[in-house]
């Protein structure tokens, strides 16, 4: 999260930042294991240059990629939440 925070988000007031561990978790408190976006990250050292090699990627499906989606403070793990 801290890697993720430093890299992306820029606006306090986004349901991006307001998700917290559900960026890349079911629920906000990291319960429920991951979500579509967490699973492209799974395995991979938690490090800008693994957020950065999944920017280009549409993890939920919903028509918007996964960078589109975090500068508009939207979830890249949530196809309801849409830019």
């Known amino acids: ?3 993720f925070s430093g890299l992306y988000m820029r606006d306090s007031q ?3 930042r307001a998700s917290k ?3 890349c978790h079911v629920t906000p408190k990291g319960k429920g294991g ?3 976006y967490g699973k492209l990250l799974k ?3 938690p490090s800008a240059s693994a957020l950065k090699s999944i920017e280009s990627l549409d993890a939920d499906k919903d ?6 989606e975090i500068r508009a403070g939207t ?3 949530d196809p309801n939440s849409k830019p």
């Open 1 to 3: 999260m801290k890697t």
């Open 75 to 77: 979830l890249p793990g």
């Open 14 to 16: 986004t349901a991006l």
């Open 34 to 36: 991951l979500n579509c």
């Open 43 to 45: 395995g991979k050292t």
């Open 63 to 68: 028509g918007a990629g996964n960078i589109t």
């Open 21 to 23: 561990c559900a960026i």
